[in-house]
């Protein structure tokens, strides 16, 4: 079958244990490959300030991660995670070509700047 | 965000042109948060494009990006002003 290329970015419940959240990160895992996805990369972020409360929590643990899987499997791993109360946000999206060199470049490490040193030609202005 | 030199409201930015097309950038990445602080004010507001100079097509990108990172409670919808 035709394998897409997705990323998927999660927030845990800040109130677990260490234990807890790996369980939850291998539960996640598990969840693609059974549905007959290739895990790529996994990358937790640790526990961060939210911008805003979500249930009434001021921070969570982020976890980002890459990986390739038929279309059919995104419907269950989204249904299960909703399910999960742990789980308080998730974001899927679908890699096209674009997203997709973009992200090699992100691994290679040479993205493109966008601002560059702009602190250092405003003081070689004031003269 | 005010203390921003870069920030284009600032003035700073006289030349009229689009940022991620200069630099050469094919999708504007929703984890990428200090880029995204930059195009948008005090308030987190989205600044428009007679603003920021952007490019159409990249203005509709980095909207998206911003409006994914703030579900995703990176960026905040609204910032309470702080007086």
Not at chain 1, 76 to 93: A, F, G
Not at chain 2, 16 to 30: L, N, P, R
Not at chain 2, 32 to 58: E, M, W
Request: with cysteine; net charge neutral.
């Amino acid at each position: 079958m035709n394998k897409e290329f997705y990323e998927l970015t999660y927030i845990l419940n800040p109130v677990l244990d260490d234990e807890k959240f790996k369980e939850l990160v291998d539960y996640v895992n598990k969840l693609i490959e059974d549905n007959g996805g290739d895990i790529v990369e996994v990358d937790e972020w640790g526990t961060r300030q939210l911008a805003y409360p979500i249930e009434k929590k001021n921070s969570g643990y982020y976890v980002n991660l890459y990986f390739e899987a038929p279309k059919t499997a995104i419907e269950p791993l989204e249904r299960n995670m909703r399910i999960n109360d742990d789980i308080m946000r998730y974001l899927t999206l679908k890699y096209d070509a674009k997203m997709k060199r973009h992200y090699e470049l992100k691994k290679k490490g040479d993205l493109p700047v966008i601002f560059d040193d702009v602190e250092e030609n405003d003081n070689s202005d004031e003269d | 965000m005010i203390n921003n030199p870069s920030h284009p409201k600032k003035g700073h930015l006289k030349t009229k042109e689009c940022k991620f097309t200069k630099a050469g950038i094919e999708y504007i990445d929703f984890k990428d948060t200090d880029t995204l602080l930059r195009f948008i004010n005090d308030q987190g507001k989205i600044l428009p494009r007679r603003v920021t100079g952007n490019s159409a097509r990249h203005q509709r990108q980095f909207s998206t990006a911003v409006k994914r990172a703030r579900f995703m409670a990176m960026i905040p919808y609204v910032t309470e002003n702080l007086r």
